[in-house]
């Protein structure tokens, strides 16, 4: 079979798409550096009665907490997610909506919403953010991640697309506009892909490069080369960083 031109496209609903993410979590520390911090801010919190999950996807990690709330409220649109989801939390409250459609019932104590904004237009982030900040608690905090617009993989989509996500100044355009009701925080979280060998690595940048839309993806032979030159350990095999932000926002006491 002869190899493919260009870089693969891949439709989030097929098993091609899921078997290059679980190559993504089976070479990264992005998870477990994902579940530490969670952990440290769900103990924190006065009172843990709702967590919602907005864009739960297959539920891993809404699974994280179940335990640790009184109820808990998955949103996933999609609707293969949502069978993956129900099958790992059948105790949980699905709801089968779009952000800006979801009735939420009561307040929740953390809401976290996942790298869910690469797929969402820049241009309809604050009016995402705005209704997630709604549904919390007087005492609860929002969660939004997005990698780091500094990391490995956004100067990768940066060179190939001339784009890259950053949360800051969504986060600083909250803050202008609502600073008077809520605070606002960005912390950094470091998380690294690892690989010994280089098709796991090209896997992985390849699904990288899909968090943005490719009506014309590059050259397979270009993303190739740009892996095998800044990717590369001198010690062996391959190394690139995918840190992460984790926005924070609260009620103001």
Not at 39 to 64: C, E, Q, Y
Not at 203 to 230: G, K, Q
Request: glycine residues 4%; contains cysteine.
């Amino acid at each position: 079979m002869s190899r493919p031109r260009w870089v693969h496209v891949y439709n989030s609903q097929t098993s091609e798409y899921h078997q290059a993410f679980q190559v993504f979590l089976d070479h990264t520390d992005e998870k477990v550096q994902t579940q530490q911090w969670l952990n440290r801010l769900v103990s924190r919190l006065p009172s843990r009665r709702l967590f919602i999950d907005v864009g739960a996807g297959n539920g891993k990690v809404t699974s994280w907490f179940i335990d640790a709330f009184d109820q808990t409220i998955a949103i996933e649109p999609h609707e293969s997610l949502r069978a993956e989801l129900q099958k790992n939390c059948p105790q949980i409250a699905v709801l089968p909506a779009r952000i800006l459609d979801a009735q939420i019932p009561a307040s929740g104590d953390l809401v976290l919403c996942a790298h869910v904004l690469y797929h969402i237009d820049e241009a309809d982030w604050m009016v995402h953010l705005e209704r997630l900040a709604s549904w919390l608690s007087l005492e609860g905090v929002l969660v939004v991640v997005l990698q780091h617009r500094e990391s490995d993989c956004m100067q990768m989509l940066q060179h190939f697309f001339g784009r890259r996500f950053d949360l800051t100044p969504l986060a600083r355009a909250f803050q202008g506009e609502k600073g008077e009701r809520y605070e606002v925080a960005i912390e950094t979280v470091p998380a690294h892909v690892t690989t010994l060998d280089f098709d796991s690595a090209y896997t992985v940048a390849e699904l990288m490069l899909n968090a943005l839309p490719m009506s014309n993806p590059p050259a397979r032979s270009d993303l190739e080369e740009y892996v095998r030159r800044h990717f590369t350990c001198r010690e062996g095999g391959f190394r690139f960083s995918c840190n992460q932000d984790f926005l924070q926002i609260r009620p103001q006491k």
